[in-house]
């Protein structure tokens, strides 16, 4: 029986855990399915197995490590800080080639994952193409669960963001130079760009001039996760290259903030790029995570009234990205940035919302039952509006509410915060008004 192959990085994940079990109240499929298999635990001893040649890597032991939606809680309850995503993505990039599947399977991950997401262009035309296609209704001929997210989307946009913002975007008004490049995204470039626009707008308020790179392409993350590392490698060299000269690489996506923070972990074995990786992965922020930081700094918009204290202010329910909260461990940002303009309600926990990737199109019914738990945790909260950091959960979260009847917003920090700033009469802080030396001076010294 062949063993697989796996990276040095992996193997000391693999010695670092205990097996002490604490990662298995966190782990959504083991709540769900109560099997060890399908849980952190039981899916590092298949992977240990797997490598030591005890397990075929053509039989059933991928079908518990295909079902987890790598969330990565388990990292988060881990005592012992194993890095659970290390593993996954190595064990799904080494049985990739011998994996049983169809031609047809095969093909469509070639033309997903190699053929449309790396290309702004190609994606455009399938914008288009689905533009279309539910104009003719096309959509009812698609399972339940494509049906469901594909209502939850918005309609498709005419033109992606990227074509609607212009290659440098200075800010409102004077202040310290802070220039960042914004990750337009693939499919939320097409799909979900008025985010994007939200996002270059709300940079703006915070003095930052907002760079609109021409050579970006997808993050890679998709790719990833799906075990075609080649292709993930390519993507972020092409980012890297398209990205220099800003001071940070800003991301509103926690799936892909997360994997770009990574890019150095992902091409360090590469002689030509691995330190240009590493210095990228320094630099990029999430969103909310480069505002929370200016803010506190002094920068960012005026907001009359409610530094006053206005009694008024909408309740939203937060819901935590899992690669936000626990890939990148950024909780208390987006809660403060909201803080200054809404009341905050928590969820009862941060669990997986189902969406993770392309997980819910491919595990529809493990994914709809997270979903469904996501749902009654936002319901308890009695808010009316719901706010994430990441597209994907967006639309997940979208669909969950709306096939519970509930009359709740699902919508993203960007645009929610770009929406009370404009009701609330924010203004642009005149240069010398705010501080920003210390991020302002972080970013002088370029990598």
Known sequence: ???????????????????????LPACPTY?????????????????????????????????????CLGCLACETACPSGVHYGVILEDVRAATEAVRPRSVLVRWLRHLLLRWLLPSPGRLALAARLLRIGRALRLDAL???????????????????S?????????????????RVGLLAGCVQDVLLGETNLSTARVLGLYGCTVVNPPGQVCCGALAAHAGDRETARELARRNIEAFEGVDY????????????????????????WAVRAEAFSRRVRDFSELLAALAAEGRGPELPGVAAGDGARPAVAYQDACHLAHGQGIRTQPRALLGQVCEVRNLADEACCGSAGFYNLVQPEMATAARDRKVEQIRATGARTVVTGNAGCLLQLRAGVRAAGLD????????????????????????GAGGGAQVAGAAARRE
């Open 1 to 23: 029986m062949a063993a697989i192959q796996l990276g040095q990085a992996a193997l000391r994940e693999l010695d670092t855990c205990v097996h002490c079990g604490l990662c």
């Open 162 to 178: 990227r074509a609607l913002l212009p290659a440098e975007l200075p800010p409102p008004a004077p202040a310290a130079p802070l």
């Open 31 to 67: 709540r769900e399915l109560g099997q060890e298999p399908d849980s952190p635990r039981g899916r590092i001893y298949l992977a240990r197995a797997l490598f030591e040649g005890r397990l075929d890597p053509r039989g059933p032991a991928l079908e518990h490590l295909d079902l």
């Open 142 to 160: 698609a399972p339940r669960h494509l049906r469901e997210l594909g209502r939850a989307a918005p309609p498709v946009p005419p033109r992606p």
């Open 408 to 431: 709740v917003e699902v919508v993203h920090i960007a645009d929610y915060l770009a929406r009370r700033y404009d009701e609330l009469g924010a203004a642009a802080r005149p240069a």
């Open 249 to 272: 690489v800003v991301v509103n996506a926690a799936g892909c903030g997360a994997h770009m923070k990574k890019y150095g972990h992902l091409l360090a074995d590469d002689p030509e």
